[in-house]
């Protein structure tokens, strides 16, 4: 029976959390990779191998590899690097997406970089780092990041990334060039609140089969888009907050969505003292507060861009780590939530797969 391993990447190393397949009970492994911020944790189901990103203080940024879950880890031949000549070092990786064919890393300062050989060797996709707009670009509060990739699954050459505070990218040519795609979001902070570039996504995911269809919660409200960018639609009303950082997609029913609205970017926390998930069943148009489980009173947590996802199993399971480090989940699509683990380090990302 299938079962569900959640990669968890902490500022004080990675760890991972095995249930049985009734997904009652939960062994924790780790902390892996000590002494690191550990910023994503990815499974790559065709090799068996895990990827992390991570940045230490004493050996600098870069990624991961683990062949026998977690236990001993290797540096890739030839890592997350810009070559000398392009005068820019990594500061951070944010991500690692998989894709047909390749493996995606977004990192700051706003670059991409691809591995076509499972992560053991890296190149800069330069079109996106040099691209005209580029001089629009700013750093949010985390830097100027490649935080979210979603490269098409059934189409090789799409990719779409999302951008800390550049916007959507599209591209349709395999990475070698990019469109801006931010018709109809917002970016308050600016003069210009519809800029072509220049909004700050905080997090972006792709419908699983009308491949068209996009969601991203932003800095200034969330947003779908049915036309793979070409324009968004506000979906924010019926939420406490239009700021907030992850939005999950239900593997099994794509207008499933998931959302954990915050006070604006002063503030970063649930809002009134409640922690609540809120869903919606129809692509945005209406969402509900999912509450059973979750403290609603004298409650503060903040939850990462990267640190909620969902499996793959039935009913859909759906997790949320806090920056409190508590792990929390729930077996039924959000109706019910417990919380499997506690006082774990400030928890970056959690991502689910089944093995």
């Known amino acids: 029976m299938a079962s569900v391993m959640l990669m968890i990447g902490t500022r004080k190393g990675a760890f991972l959390a095995i249930a049985d397949p009734q997904r009652v009970k939960w062994e924790l492994r780790g902390p892996f990779l000590k002494g690191s911020e550990v910023h994503y944790v990815t499974y790559l189901p065709k090799t068996g191998i895990l990827v992390a990103t991570l940045k230490s203080w004493w050996f600098g940024v870069g990624v991961q590899l683990s062949a026998d879950l977690g236990e ?31 493996l995606y890393a977004g990192v700051d300062p706003g670059a991409l970089f691809r591995s076509r050989d499972d992560g053991n060797t890296w190149e800069e996709v330069t079109a996106l780092t040099d691209h005209p707009t580029r001089d629009k670009w700013a750093p949010g509060a ?3 990041m490649v935080h979210s990739i979603c490269p098409d699954p059934m189409d090789t050459k799409r990719i779409f990334v999302g951008i800390s505070a550049a916007g959507m990218f599209r591209s349709d040519d395999g990475g070698a060039s990019w469109s801006p795609k931010n018709e109809g979001v917002r970016a308050d902070f600016l003069p210009d609140k519809f800029p072509a570039v220049g909004q700050c996504v905080h997090h972006l995911e792709q419908h ?43 593997p099994h029913d794509g207008n499933t969505i998931f959302v954990v609205p ?20 129809d692509r945005g148009a209406t969402w509900k507060q999912l509450s059973d489980g979750l403290p609603q009173a004298n409650s503060f947590p903040h939850v990462f861009r990267a640190a909620a996802c969902a499996d793959l199993l039935q009913p859909t399971g759906v997790y949320l780590g806090t920056q409190g480090g508590h792990l929390l989940a729930s077996r039924n699509g959000g109706d019910s939530w417990e919380t499997i683990f506690e006082w774990l380090p400030p928890i970056y990302s959690v991502q689910a797969a089944t093995i």
């Not at 030839?78 to 047909?100: A, C, H, L, Q, Y």
């Open 262 to 281: 915050e006070e604006g970017a002063e503030a970063r926390m649930t809002p009134g003292g409640k922690f609540g998930v809120f869903r919606s069943r």
């Open 72 to 102: 001993t880890w290797t540096e890739p031949a030839r890592n997350v690097r810009f070559d000398e000549s392009r005068g820019k070092s990594v500061e951070r990786i944010w991500i690692v997406r998989e894709g047909p064919g390749a």
């Open 208 to 250: 699983p089969t009308d491949l068209n269809t996009l969601y991203q919660q932003n800095h200034c409200g969330v947003y779908r888009t049915d036309n793979a960018g070409d324009s968004w639609v506000d979906i924010s009303e019926g939420l406490p907050s239009r700021f907030g950082f992850p939005i999950i997609v239900d």
């Open 142 to 144: 985390g830097g100027l």
